[in-house]
């Protein structure tokens, strides 16, 4: 797995816990190390451990953790770059949607060596959508579901947000649009401010 992942979980846990509790974390996970370096590779079994000692050691579920984590990346100073890369789908939080199949390219152009899961966004016939996620990391539905629902406040929009479960190594979520200028979304202009 990506450094970058398994730095920004840390960096989750540190902002909020301390970095005291993370050494725990660490140690619970089997580490030798306590700082992860972002731009380095971990073997695939480095971030479910990570994963199962942050949730043993804080006693919350896995799914509460993973979408705290994705709220995180959005909202969270200092990853104000995550938050660029997701406004670039567009205007409104409904074309944000529509560019969610394009985010795994759209990352490997911004950071080639780090491999997002895919998704696909599907409008069903009632005009809600349904978000297929692979999952290679049991919960990360409930991630996106933290990025989604980050998002939708970033453009002041109103949803709601339902973890349909996971199968096959596919988590599925459902989305409704309830209002799309429900309050003023947070300012973001394209180009950099002089």
Known sequence: ???????????????????????????????????????????????????????????????EVMEDVGTFLVAQPGYEAVRRLLRFGGVSFSDFLQSLDDLPDRTRLALSELHLPWVELREDPDGQYSLICEAPLVGYGYLMMGVLRAMADDYGALVLLEHCGRSDGVEVLKIILVEAEFSEGRRFELGARA
């Open 1 to 63: 797995m990506h450094g970058l992942i398994n730095r920004s979980i840390q960096n989750y846990f540190c902002a909020n816990y301390g970095q005291r509790l993370w050494a725990e974390v660490a140690s619970r996970a089997g580490l030798d190390f306590t700082e992860f370096e972002a731009m380095l590779t971990y073997s695939d079994h480095v971030t479910p451990a990570v994963l199962e000692a942050v949730c043993d050691v804080l006693d919350r579920p896995r799914a």
